[in-house]
Structures are given as C-alpha cells and as structure tokens.
C-alpha cells in the first residue's frame, strides 16, 4: 500500500509540474506580442525617432557619420586649434554669417553636429578636407570650415545644425 500511495503522488506531481510549465509558457507566447508592439517599428524610426549616439569612443580631431531621419549627421570631435580658428573668423565676412558659439553648445565647444549634407544640390561632403580643413563637397567645390560655415563655392547656406541635446558628457540625443 505504501508503494502504490508514493508512486500515485509521483505521477500527480509530475503532471501538476508539466500543467505548470505548459501554462507559464502559453503566457509567456501570449504576453510576447504585447510587449513587442510597445517598440516603435522600423518605419517610425525611419521617419525622425530620436537617436542616442556615445561619444566616448570617438578620438580628438576624428569625425564620426550616423544616420537620422536617412540623413547623414556628421559628428566631430574638434582640437583645440579648430576651436581657435573657427571663432578666430571674421563673421561679417561670411557668406552666411553665424558665430562659432551658435553652432555648437555651450561648455561642449569641442563637439561639432552638422547634418551632412551640402546646401548647394544635396551632395555629401568630405570631412577633413578643403582650405580650411571642416568639410569639401566633391560635386561643385564647396567648402566649408571647422565650424561647418560655408567660406567657398556655390552653397549658399552653412551646413544645418540639427536638434540635438548632451544627456550626459559624453552621449547626445539627437531629434
């Protein structure tokens, strides 16, 4: 009689185990969709979602290109000799003048964001190169300074600063 009372209560738990399992992973499949569909999709970040992008790993006077909005954002880290140049300009000489300090914020000098695209036709311009050592676009010759400014060619505008905000020294969010 022993026997058979242990062995029946070996059987009862181990179906009362696999109900168990059973239901705690039809929840889970059940609950799966649920908390999928609180993600935003991929066309919703496509069209414009906010981007956080580290700025740690990025060395001084290197730029960095990431996508927002299928836009390029060109992200440079700046020394201190670009710094010095770019608001060492004579802004009344611009053909779009802007001072260096509206283009970057305040106690992040070093920290240029531009969208990378030039004014002229929609090209995307080269880091690091030109006259004056910011950006050149390939397709008409325009040229830009460390600051992002237009100084040379047919653009007629600087290149555009987008919304962005530092979350913390060295992460920013852009959009």
Known sequence: MTTSSSAGQSRRDFLFVATGAVAAVGAAA????LVAQLNPD?????????????????A?????????RGKP?????????????ARNVNVAS????QPDSAR???GHDQWLVVIGICTHLGCVPIAHEGAYDGFFC???????DTS????????????????????????IKIG
């Open 60 to 68: 001084e006077g290197q730029d960095i290109k990431v996508f927002w």
């Open 42 to 58: 991929a066309s919703t970040v496509a069209a414009g979602a906010p981007i956080e992008v580290d700025l740690s790993p990025i």
């Open 73 to 85: 954002i060109f992200i440079s880290h700046r020394t201190k000799k670009q710094i010095e140049e």
């Open 30 to 33: 059940a609950a799966w969709p």
């Open 94 to 97: 611009l053909p779009d003048p």
């Open 104 to 106: 970057v914020k305040e």
């Open 138 to 144: 390939p397709c008409h010759g325009s040229v830009y």
């Open 148 to 171: 992002g400014r237009i100084r040379q060619g047919p653009a007629p505008s600087n290149l555009p600063v987008p919304p962005y905000a530092f979350i913390s020294d060295s992460k």
